[in-house]
């Protein structure tokens, strides 16, 4: 999405930055690991640097790549080695943004980086996109996915009356009117292909 092409939202532990080319490589081969096989469709290095264009150039969503730490600018390459994650937002109508979140790297999983990369992402896009409400989809199978969405406040909603596990949370519920999160604007490298 174009509103976060030139911005890196700043939080306690993590920066956010938009997906460039220069991540695709590293992307890939999270998109490739067996161990997070079930997250990634089957995928190709082609595929993916053509996914990251249009990552920038679709208005219906947003997509950054989570850094560790939340340290100034740095290089390319240490930019590269701190990779952590994703945070993905789709926007299938005009209200309402569906979310999702890959902690890529096994060791930073279930040390509170998911939510403050929750919090950051919601507080950002409720303040620069026209959003009203967050919703993200969970399988039965998935309890443990469930409680983390949970912890982060969303609540189990029903579809046309149907439990169809998806999991809701107001726009209104992310921070209070008027607060933001820290970010800053930069210039992105275009391509490095």
Known sequence: MRVNNDVAVVGRNIRLVPYCVYHVEQYFRWATAPSLYPHFTETTREFEYDLQESWVEEENQLMFIA??????????REEVSRMMGQVC?????NDSAEVCILIADAANRGRGYGQEIMSLVMTYAANATPVDRFFVRVQDCQPEIAAFFMKCGFRRGLVNGMDLGVYEKDVSEVEPEGSTVPYHRFRMPRTFR
């Open 67 to 76: 850094l560790e730490g939340n340290h100034r600018p740095c290089s390319i």
């Open 89 to 93: 937002l789709f926007y299938p109508d």
